[in-house]
């Protein structure tokens, strides 16, 4: 439908008219020169654009296109006399094609050519202006695109502008980047960065990136280190270490959070090998004072939420058959304080690893928050397995010899190894529901610093290990439980039940991040793994001979390692950050720095939702609060932009976003009112209508 | 037992976490193993004593497009393994995307170009490309008998699509070949590569 609309438009437009645009096409885009006014006068200036208007997704590039790609570029044949000058390019965007990063522009860009007309051009007579243009259209796929304009006006003693085209061209003026005379600063490079610094900027907005004009300077895809410094500013970009020598001058594009763009031309000198350390995420930045709960206060939570996770479908099962077995056994060797004790070191030196892997990760680089494990679809995969593994456990279709989840009436071998690798695995299962569950809370606490951190997640742990702690310090509270007997059979089998309701949620999770024949390999794999545990438990049966028993263990090995391997080897999708879905007939748009920019320049109030499918609270919101009939007739109503920032996985510029927020992990809401002056408002992370009525009754 | 081996695998998944790097001239080239067509490996090490010409390929980007269809690539692979460099073409593009060649359609492709490297090799994963850094096809790298990458960059000083460019265009890798051959330095080490992205 839009190609069709294209080639009429270009068939349209190849029909030749004095003064009129003439136009020419590639596969996806259509390129026109437009004359700003309607006749040329002598002496004087005339601005022609090209008009490059590129189908969704497909993009043309700036003059430095970034790893790849390959700049428009426009060829004059002019009449005697006429001279054009150079194209002036309008602020580029950042455009991302899997690991690599280029820049240049999607939708529709103006390139503005000044052509100088000789003061000897008769009026009265007519010229025609030829320019043969290429260009490079790349959407994942790059053809290079060529056309042949020319463009007929008349010359006239005045050139009248054309009333129908000021409006194109002062918006085509005000994309270009602006002259930044009353600007001071300076560049330095490092061995492996290089930082330019402004010292005074007057007139700019937040600077949000840097576009440098040098083609191998730096590393385009690592993202800069963007921070406000008194009255200037200051990116830190990571080096190329095969950029050759240094220019002398830093030359380049800033662009700011209202959407416009600066020219930067800075001196460019070789500092210390040290003297500019590369470029890190983002300090998270310090949750503005009051709006945060106290550290007292975030313990207390933790501490509940913890508790809590004790009832989470993932955990609930493990656990609750760890209190069997103590039902049942009323302890084992060295008294039952001791389990309970070695179980909380289990759950707290586990919910440490987590977090240490966490912050050793993000301090190493990695834009990850929390919810990071549910982000990577190996992970996911692994994690259905085991959950499998153990409700197939708890079926009765394997033993393992040191069963944590032994009821069946054998003491546990090593007692006290064995309560500590209980609670380890107990974290281990409640990780998935974590993040779905108390995603915001430990984002939250991931924002804070690292000692805030390990506190908080001390506080979960403990939370969690408590009920048991409380069962094995308390002979009194052991002998309300109920009686063992053949209900613990039925009980740990109905418990199984409930575990493979969890493998459903991480599929369907797989599903979202790797398509269809992902969930089917998924699927797969889950057989192999649970073929695997039935040969174990054929070769673990007492019955079972020494030949079968080394058949079956071996057999159970490999389709184990098959099923894992499958599982985990399957490739997520590009990204996750797509358009999505319109719910309760809302037009969501994928969110991009960008995007929110431009619509804020626009004067558009904003509505972004930071979000991911393995968020529950996410999904009841979503689902609740905006879809809601009144929610959804006020947005529209207001005119309110609905962006969509899913962070199903990893997606770096979502996890910087959040934390410019000051948050690490989902869901935040965010309301930009129509005056882009006016700061944004934070929505709390558990929303209904009223909230979300309330807050635009303020905000717009 | 059985639950430390879930411990490592869960330290494993968590730790296993994408590095950014890149190849830099003057320094080692980074070592790798990818197989062949035939199934064959091949690693960098074990051409140890001759100089290796890398050379990113994607046969439907249009700039390949241009020195396969210009007859430059196959005349710069003939010229050069005549002289004993080892000529590796690499495809980065991950399964699905554009460019991407299971083993078997290899011969036929090369056949049909009259491609004639010493090998080539498969990195549907991309873990070669992104350890060199690899950003368009083509990019090509220049490795020193000891292993030094001694060139970076682009095929030419002409990026465009154009065949008719190729004519006039310096060649950086058949005159960093042509120095390093005979024991003087490369003059241009590095330059900007100029392609389609890779399509990891």
Not at chain 1, 193 to 221: D, K, M, N
Not at chain 2, 131 to 145: C, L, S
Request: charged residues 15%; aromatic residues 8%; proline residues 8%.
């Amino acid at each position: 439908m839009k190609g069709a609309l294209l080639l009429l438009s270009a068939l349209l437009a190849a029909v030749p008219a004095s003064g009129q645009a003439a136009s020419g096409r590639s596969k996806h885009v259509v390129a026109t020169l437009v004359p700003e006014t309607t006749a040329v006068a002598p002496g004087q200036v005339l601005t022609v654009a090209l008009r490059l208007e590129m189908e969704p997704e497909w993009h043309t590039y700036w003059q430095n296109p970034g790893d790849s790609g390959l700049p428009t570029k426009i060829r004059w044949t002019l009449p005697e006399g006429f001279e054009a000058g150079p194209i002036l390019w309008p602020v580029p965007a950042r455009i991302e094609v899997g690991p690599l990063v280029s820049y240049g522009y999607d939708g529709e860009a103006w390139l503005l050519s000044e052509l100088r007309v000789p003061a000897t051009a008769a009026p009265g007579s007519s010229v025609t202006l030829e320019a043969k243009v290429d260009w490079l259209e790349c959407k994942e796929q790059c053809l290079p695109g060529k056309a042949q304009l020319a463009l007929t006006l008349p010359v006239a003693a005045q050139a009248a502008p054309d009333a129908a085209r000021a409006a194109p061209f002062a918006r085509a003026r005000e994309r270009l980047p602006r002259p930044t005379t009353g600007w001071k600063g300076e560049a330095l490079a490092g061995a492996q960065a290089i930082a330019l610094s402004i010292s005074e900027a007057p007139g700019a907005a937040t600077p949000v990136h840097f576009f440098p004009l040098a083609s191998e300077l730096v590393e385009y895809a690592v993202p800069q280190e963007v921070t406000s410094a008194g009255s200037g500013f200051r990116v830190v970009m990571a080096r190329n270490p095969n950029g050759g020598a240094l220019p002398a001058t830093l030359d380049g594009v800033v662009t700011t959070a209202d959407g416009r763009g600066f020219t930067v031309s800075v001196p460019l000198r070789e500092g210390a090998a040290d003297a500019v350390a590369p470029p890190k995420p983002p300090a998270p930045a310090a949750p503005p004072a009051g709006t945060g709960p106290s550290l007292p206060v975030a313990l207390g939570f933790a501490f509940v939420g913890g508790l809590l996770l004790n009832l989470m479908p993932c955990v609930l099962p493990v656990l609750s058959l760890k209190v069997l077995a103590f039902v049942k056994h009323g302890g084992g060797e060295g008294g039952a304080l001791r389990h309970g004790l070695a179980f909380a070191a289990g759950v707290l030196v586990f919910f440490w690893a987590l977090a240490g892997a966490l912050l050793a990760l993000r301090a190493g680089g990695e834009q990850i928050g929390w919810g990071f494990q549910l982000q990577s679809p190996p992970f996911v995969a692994f994690l259905a397995s085991l959950f499998t593994l153990l409700s197939l456990n708890m079926f009765g279709v394997f033993e393992v010899g040191e069963s944590l989840s032994s009821v069946a009436g054998r003491a546990p071998r090593h007692g006290l190894a064995g309560s500590f690798w209980g609670g380890a695995l107990a974290t281990l299962t409640a990780t998935p529901c974590t993040a779905p569950f108390m995603g915001s809370a430990l984002g939250f606490a991931l924002a804070q610093p690292a000692t805030v951190n390990f506190a908080v997640f001390t506080a979960l742990g403990a939370g969690m290990a408590t009920p048991y702690l409380a069962l094995s310090a308390s002979p009194r509270l052991l002998a309300l439980m109920p009686k063992p007997g053949r209900w613990m059979e039925t009980f740990k089998q109905l418990m199984g039940f409930v575990l493979l309701g969890t493998v459903v949620f991480l599929a369907w999770l797989f599903g979202r991040q790797t398509g269809i024949d992902g969930v089917a390999a998924l699927l797969l794999a889950l057989v192999l793994v649970a073929m695997a545990a039935w040969a174990y438990g054929r070769g673990t049966a007492s019955e079972a001979s020494g030949r079968g028993r080394v058949l079956a263990l071996g057999s159970a090995a490999l389709l184990l390692c098959a099923g894992l391997a499958l599982g985990m080897s399957q490739p997520q999708r590009a990204t996750a950050n797509a358009a999505a879905p319109a719910a309760g007939g809302l037009a969501w748009e994928p969110w991009s720095p960008e995007r929110l920019a431009e619509l804020r320049a626009a004067g558009r109030p904003v509505f972004v939702d930071f979000t991911a499918d393995w968020c529950l609270t996410c999904q009841v919101n979503e689902r609740v609060a905006l879809a809601s009939p009144e929610v959804a007739a006020r947005f529209q109503a207001e005119g309110v932009a609905l962006l969509k920032a899913d962070w199903t996985l990893r997606d770096e510029r979502i996890t910087r976003a959040l934390a410019e927020y000051g948050r690490q992990g989902v869901p935040v809401y965010v309301l930009y009112g129509r005056d882009a002056s006016k700061p944004h408002r934070l929505l709390p992370e558990i929303l209904d209508a009223g909230t979300i009525l309330k807050a635009l009754d303020e905000t717009l | 037992m059985k639950r430390s081996a879930f411990l490592a695998a869960l330290v494993a998944v968590v730790l296993t976490a994408p590095a950014h790097a890149a190849a830099v001239v003057g320094q080692p080239a980074p070592e790798f193993t990818l197989t062949d067509s035939t199934g064959k490996p091949h690693s960098l090490s074990s051409f140890k004593g001759k100089f290796v010409v890398l050379e990113w390929n994607n046969f439907d980007c249009p700039f390949v497009v241009k020195h396969y269809g210009s007859g430059n690539m196959q005349k710069l692979q003939n010229t050069y393994t005549a002289k004993g460099v080892v000529w590796l073409t690499v495809n980065s593009s991950a399964a699905g995307k554009q460019g991407h060649l299971q083993p078997a359609e290899v011969a036929g492709k090369l056949a049909e170009r009259k491609a004639a490297p010493s090998a080539y090799l498969l990195d549907a994963d991309g873990k070669a490309g992104k350890a060199y850094g690899a950003k368009t096809t083509p990019h090509m790298y220049v490795i020193d008998p000891k292993g030094t990458l001694v060139y970076a960059g682009a095929i030419d000083d002409k990026p465009s699509t154009d065949i008719a460019d190729v004519a006039g265009a310096r060649n950086h890798v058949a005159a960093a070949l042509d120095e390093a051959l005979a024991g003087k330095p490369v003059s241009v080490a590095s330059s900007t590569p100029y392609g389609c992205s890779v399509k990891y």
